[in-house]
């Protein structure tokens, strides 16, 4: 039996899918699969015509989420499942969008739970429209595609086939991989722009181990998946990527030569080879400040007395490299804090000599440690700082790295 990826994993974008009344309507079944695929939780609202086509149960059992079908049903308190669906999401995509809901998002009307939440919503929209020819064509329709186009929402154009009604017309809503793929894309503009191409980025990823004995050590909370977005990010904007990571349980992302190390002092011997040849160092690795003093070669056996563990600091990799940073060369470091956020970021900021610094409050369970969401501020050594809106980690990388190219043409 080969296990299925829980909703949610992975690139950890929060979609709302509005499924609306077109006999298109069984291609968005596959494309609750095609998002989840690539990493997306998926929650779908359901217009009431909608219904009569496809049952709730098969979105549910899809997405693994309950559907929305009605503003007055399901769980919660329904006077605000609108406004709290529309904090969760990271993007509304509406597939297919019949010629009703597109007339209904240009005009305001908010009749129903999906044409509520669109007014509630402040996340990127993607609609991807199917209908009869005509009804395309139609210039109702055409002028309320135009309001929708100037607020900035992005429309896939339907493809040409035979449609429902036997005619061979455009109306055909395209396929779900390709809708998928202009969601993630959508997710991720900056992806497209290709603006690291010929940069070499080195990013460090994920905890470090410190051996107590053979078996045993110190650790910490860190997944890696803050490393490995910025990672896969940078990869996908050109850039020449080189990963080391502590162990994680995460595959390494596309395209990217990976390093792996237990230890802060190989972690330090591998940054201190791959340093001078990079452009830009983001050290997202939750590198241990202490290591056992001494630990035992083998197995420590119980013995009924206390294990007396003394701890030393481990050097600073990221301070130690900055001593040796050339110009041109950019590092941009995060920062994990429970209390005094900012005060405590632009000091490390400052002492470790960075460029940029993206703090996290790891006291949070939603964000920081092993969460597939964050929450960054960032702060630069001029006294800026910018608080980034919580999202997926993909979606901060791309925020984060935006800010790391505007910085570079500064
Ligand atoms: O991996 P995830 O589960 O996705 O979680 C992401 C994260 C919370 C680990 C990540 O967002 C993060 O905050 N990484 C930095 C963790 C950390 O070590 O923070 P710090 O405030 O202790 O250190 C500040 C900077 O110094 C960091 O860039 C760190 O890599 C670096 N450092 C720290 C200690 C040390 N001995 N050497 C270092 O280079």
Request: neutral net charge; charged residues 25%; hydrophobic residues 45%.
């Amino acid at each position: 039996m080969i296990k299925g990826t829980p909703a949610g994993k992975g690139t950890g974008c929060h979609v709302t899918l509005g499924v609306s009344a077109g006999i298109s309507i069984y291609k968005s079944c596959d494309l609750v699969r095609r998002l989840i695929e690539r990493g997306c939780d998926v929650k779908v609202v359901m217009t009431a015509h909608a219904t009569r086509m496809i049952g709730p149960v098969t979105f549910q059992a899809l997405s693994r989420n309950p559907v929305i079908t009605s503003l007055f049903e399901g769980s919660g308190d329904p006077t605000i499942a609108h406004i709290e669906l529309a904090k969760w999401e990271d993007l509304l995509l509406v597939a297919p969008a019949t010629a009703n809901v597109l007339a209904k998002f240009a005009r305001g009307v908010a009749d129903d739970f999906l044409s509520t939440h669109y007014l509630a919503s402040t996340s990127p929209v993607l609609l991807a429209p199917a209908m009869n020819g005509n009804m395309w064509r139609h210039p109702a329709t055409r002028e309320n595609l135009d309001i929708l186009k100037a607020r900035g929402h992005k429309i896939l154009s339907p493809g040409e086939g035979s449609l429902a009604c036997g005619d061979v017309d455009e109306g055909r809503l395209p396929e779900p991989a390709a809708i998928a793929d202009e969601a993630l894309a959508l997710l991720s503009p900056s992806a497209q722009k290709g603006n690291l191409a010929g940069k070499r980025v080195l990013v460090t990823a994920g905890p470090t181990r410190e051996p107590l004995d053979a078996v045993r050590f110190l650790t910490n909370r860190s997944s890696g998946k803050m490393g490995y977005a910025m990672a896969a990010a940078a990869a996908n904007r050109g850039a020449d990527v080189t990963v080391i990571s502590g162990p994680v349980a995460l595959s390494p992302p596309v395209g990217v030569r990976t390093i792996r190390v237990e230890t802060a002092a190989e972690m330090g011997t591998a940054l201190g080879g791959e340093f001078p040849q990079c452009d830009i160092l983001v050290m997202a690795a939750a590198v241990a400040d202490y290591k056992p003093a001494a630990a035992s070669a083998g197995k420590r056996k119980k013995d009924g007395t206390e294990w007396m563990v003394q701890l030393q600091e481990n050097k600073d990799l990221v301070q130690a490299v900055g001593k040796l940073k050339k110009p041109g060369q950019f590092i941009c470091g995060f920062a994990a804090e429970t209390d005094l956020l900012h005060e405590n970021a632009r000091a490390k900021l400052k002492k470790k000599n960075m460029d940029l610094i993206a703090a996290n409050d790891v006291s949070r369970e939603d964000v920081g440690f092993d969460s597939d969401r964050n929450e960054l501020v960032l702060f630069w050594p001029d006294g800026r700082e910018e608080a980034l809106p919580p999202a997926a980690k993909r979606v901060c990388a791309e925020a984060v790295w935006d800010r790391i190219v505007e910085s570079l043409h500064e």
